[in-house]
């Protein structure tokens, strides 16, 4: 049984039985902001300069390092561990691309930008926030499976990268089907025991979450994609 339909009481009215369904209808707006940035247009199109995609990728890399670290921290917890997946781990893959696109020295020549500080500090801060760590996870690793294959395919054909070089990060062959795994995925978001309060802070939370990625979308763009 979802957590919305424990609640009834407090969902809103005609708001879908299960969780997953509630949770991407009311952050199916925040998506749309996300998908709709100038940015992740011209990355769409083609039409954003390698140095952007490049820099999205080390922007990337410390989210990810955030997010995984604070996964591998949470992942006894009740909540959260339950949507530990060690096969879904991108930091191997972002540093992969990060050597194809920048050379051995990447790492001396990536730095977070303001937005990526605020978006990885606030994932650090769901270290004790099981469900919003979960809204988190849910914002990145279902995007990277579902919006984040049609960037894979924009980006190999823009910058004639490969998936062992350069766009690795969306490469998800350990978890065979996708959909099947999307599917597999909501069924954990139906099945977590949340009390109503916990189920309303995972949303609240998914829509930060958006934010904070449209955010580092809009750093990104004043630098590299400034028509857009
Ligand atoms: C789901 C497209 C960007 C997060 C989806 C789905 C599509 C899509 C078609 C539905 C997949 C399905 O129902 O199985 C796109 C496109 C994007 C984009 C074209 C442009 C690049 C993003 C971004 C984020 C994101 C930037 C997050 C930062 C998500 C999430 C879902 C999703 C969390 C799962 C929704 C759910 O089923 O609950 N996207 N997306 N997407 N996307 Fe995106």
């Not at 390092?65 to 060690?86: I, K, N, Q, T």
């Not at 949340?194 to 809009?218: G, M, S």
Request: glycine share 8%; no cysteine; aromatic share 10%.
């Amino acid at each position: 049984m979802s957590a919305t339909a424990e609640a009834p009481s407090t969902a809103a009215p005609g708001s879908p039985e299960l969780f997953s369904e509630r949770l991407k209808a009311a952050t199916w707006s925040d998506h749309r902001a996300a998908e709709d940035h100038g940015f992740t247009r011209a990355l769409l199109d083609g039409s954003l300069p390698l140095a952007g995609y490049t820099e999205m990728v080390a922007q990337h890399y410390f989210a990810y390092a955030a997010l995984e670290e604070v996964g591998r921290r949470l992942s006894d917890d009740p909540v959260a561990g339950r949507f530990h997946y060690p096969e879904l781990e991108r930091l191997p893959a972002l540093v992969r691309d990060l050597e194809h696109l920048l050379g051995p020295d990447w790492r001396e020549r990536i730095s977070p930008g303001p937005a990526t500080r605020t978006y990885a500090a606030r994932i650090e801060q769901m270290a004790g926030h099981p469900e919003g760590f979960v809204a988190h996870h849910y914002t990145r690793y279902m995007g990277d499976v579902s919006g984040g294959q049609f960037i894979r395919r924009a980006a190999a054909g823009a910058y004639g990268l490969s998936d062992g070089a350069g766009v690795a990060f969306y490469v998800f062959d350990a978890l065979g089907s996708l959909p099947r795994f999307r599917a597999g995925y909501r069924e954990r978001l139906d099945s977590l025991d949340l009390d109503e309060a916990a189920a309303a802070r995972l949303v609240a939370e998914t829509r930060l979450a958006y934010q904070l990625n449209t955010e580092v979308f809009a750093d990104l763009g004043r630098v590299h994609a400034p028509a857009a």
